[in-house]
């Protein structure tokens, strides 16, 4: 139910998804979800959880959660506890999936605070960076951004196969005494190598703004305050970039003839920096897989979300997870 | 001295700057200067003060203006503490400029800590954003804050002719509950009237990473962690999508075709987004304008900044200043 357009657009996705074969349950309004246009012909394979409230996408999150009990976020949730579904997937109110997680799922053992991993494309490199916190914890401590990079590392080998993923601390210089207090105490625990060997992943030291979106590590570690402005830094910039090209390349009768000329040599960036290639964030740290995808998702781009949240509980990375943060 | 291919830029900036008339006096080594292409032409209109030291661009700030004491951020410095000079412009090491010119010209009575206040292009607007501290000071208090922010509003006034600067604060969310401890400390001081009446500027709350480049404030105060983030993020997002795109107009005939025919409408947005548009850092908070321009700056850059730095003299800004940060 949640997202723009819903249910529409997710019933849209779900299509494309049980069309690759992965098996979805639909959390929602059964009426409302019936007179999706696509409903009919995925009827027979889907199954529908009844839930007959809904979280708007500006309301608050945590009192929403525990006021709207037969709401989709929270029956989705609890269909995961239950294992009535083994992940979760939404394109709806961010700050209350995480809340319907966290309060329903409850926290992997040993893990202190779930954090949100967002992919940030690297251009000409198969996977992204994954950077964490991207948003909520805004006050950490820093044996809690090693927590982060242990998940970001685990996440990142388990989606993207990278065998030892290089940890980055993102920081306002590269050298080591850099930093404020906080990201200076972390990069002290980050250093020590029993977790590196423990998560099979290194720790390259800082990163800066700069590093974002380039070949240098595959994590990027901080608190969610710094990395929610450092992702919305980046999307800002990069949609009014965008944004003033697409006004100049409509500019005059020259321009337009110039971007048709164009069009295949930009076809295959605007394919890279697409938000729908590296797909929705992750909240790392719970005991089920929930990703939470843009409110904006392309019928595409959740097929897609849906595809990794079946493919993530395939090779169960709650359990690696559990494995290496979960005290024996 | 300071900057990539100095002192030659640096004398190629400092000749434009004089067909404008400006007043100026070059700081560093007499001969380097004078074996400099553009020397002959300005050696009646300019000054030299004699500097033997040089800092290099990678050396340790405060060590080296304490141990490099004929160095030429050294001595500049000094100019400006003794009347010699208005104001100071480098091109040098940043971090040695800021601790140059805190050490030798002071803060200003009633400053906490002098900030490094960065031009942010706002598209479509004739003035920019400033942003600070965008990195002198790794850990702020609260108040720092509200201080940064009287001191961005003056500027503003002062070199933009914005009458009532609006004054955001850098967070991870718009709603006021949003933020780290600091950030939700800081909301609470930058409500109070006091110094909005006195600054003659108004707070318009919380703003996001992705309003850095928007006309939605013209001031934005964050401590100098999360604004060197931010600033970096924007820059590296900016420099990679348009390297990204270059490499796109040059990939094939079709697409070299393609780009001849949009070179007229993307001029105006290279114009506008390009750095030399904007101008360099201002250090704000000590007794003299200290302009921190980039080391990769265009003789076109010094020469706007060298303006900058004139025009900021003339008015006074280091007068408002004090006016109003300084206890009676």
């Given amino acids: 139910m949640g997202g723009d357009n819903a249910p529409q657009s997710v019933v849209a996705g779900v299509r494309l998804a049980v069309e690759r074969n992965i098996p979805v349950a639909l959390v929602g309004h059964p009426e409302q979800i019936a007179a999706c246009e696509d409903a009919t012909d995925i009827a027979s394979e889907v199954v529908v959880i009844v839930a007959s409230e809904v979280i708007g996408m500006g309301a608050e999150a945590a009192s929403s959660v525990r006021k709207l009990k037969d709401s989709s976020l929270v029956r989705a949730a609890e269909a995961v506890r239950d294992g009535r579904a083994s992940a979760m997937v939404s394109a709806g109110n961010t ?20 954090a949100i991993a967002t ?4 251009p000409g490199r198969r996977w992204p960076n994954v950077m964490l916190d ?16 242990q998940m970001g590392a685990i996440y990142c080998r388990d989606r993207w196969g990278v065998e030892v993923p290089r940890v980055g601390l993102l920081s306002n210089g590269e050298e080591a005494g850099k930093g404020s207090s906080l990201a200076k105490q972390a990069f002290g625990l980050l250093q020590d190598e029993t977790w590196q060997k423990r998560t099979r992943a290194s720790f390259a030291g800082n990163v800066e703004g700069s590093n ?16 929610n ?33 164009l069009s295949r040599a930009l076809a295959p960036l605007y394919e890279e920096f697409s938000p729908d290639s590296v797909g929705g964030a992750i909240l790392l740290g719970v005991r089920g897989v929930s990703i939470i995808s843009h409110g904006a998702s392309s019928p595409q781009a959740l097929a897609n979300a849906i595809q990794v949240a079946h493919e993530l509980a395939e090779c169960d990375t709650v359990g690696s997870l559990r494995q290496v943060l979960s005290p024996e």
Same sequence: chains 1, 2.
Avoid: H, Y
């Fill in 119 to 122: 992919p940030i494309v690297v």
């Fill in 134 to 149: 991207a948003g909520a914890n805004s006050e950490c401590s820093a044996d809690w951004l090693v927590q982060f990079a």
């Fill in 95 to 114: 700050g209350a999936a995480m809340a319907a997680s966290l309060l329903k799922m409850g926290r992997i053992r040993g893990v202190s605070r779930p």
């Fill in 212 to 227: 974002l979106l380039e070949d240098v590590v595959d994590v990027i570690v901080t608190d969610g305050f710094t990395g």
């Fill in 229 to 261: 402005v450092a992702l919305k830094t980046a999307e800002g910039v990069a949609r009014q970039l965008i944004g003033a090209l697409l006004q100049a390349f409509d500019s005059s009768n020259e321009a337009r003839a110039g971007a048709r000329l």
